[in-house]
């Protein structure tokens, strides 16, 4: 069974940095997209990063472009999310996601979920 566990969220003032790490297990993920999403309170679940298993391709969302990176260590099975000059606006739950297809990530339909793991940025 395929499980993804989030960790490394937390709080932090504007400006600040956090890493996310996912650990993926059940399966082997050699073929697979990664990505991270995250759901504000009161809005939708939105898309934020994603990453092919073998690193070759990676995909940001706008909002975050240029301050996120997304990576991954295939020996530890774990993606990372590093978030540089965090904004309030990216206080949200951050989701861990994943599936063979790398479209599905980034719209959100994907199989493979985390529990999630919770980032607020204050002002």
């Known amino acids: 069974q395929v499980q993804l566990v989030e960790s490394g969220g937390g709080s932090v003032q504007a400006g600040g940095s956090l890493r996310l790490s996912c650990l993926a297990s059940?399966?082997?993920?050699?073929?697979?997209?990664m990505g991270w999403l995250r759901q504000a309170p009161g809005k939708q679940r939105e898309f934020v990063a994603a990453?092919?298993?073998?690193?070759?391709?990676?995909y940001y969302a706008d909002s975050v472009k240029g301050r996120f990176t997304i990576s991954i260590d295939n020996a530890k099975n774990t993606v990372y999310l590093r978030m540089n000059s965090l904004k309030p606006e990216d206080t949200a739950v951050y989701y861990c996601?994943?599936?063979?297809?790398?479209?599905?990530?980034?719209?959100?339909?994907?199989?493979?979920w985390g529990q999630g793991t919770q980032v607020t940025v204050s002002s």
């Open positions: 990453i092919s298993w073998g690193a070759s391709s990676t």
């Open positions: 059940g399966r082997t993920f050699r073929s697979y997209a």
């Open positions: 996601a994943a599936d063979v297809r790398f479209s599905t990530v980034v719209d959100g339909t994907c199989d493979y």
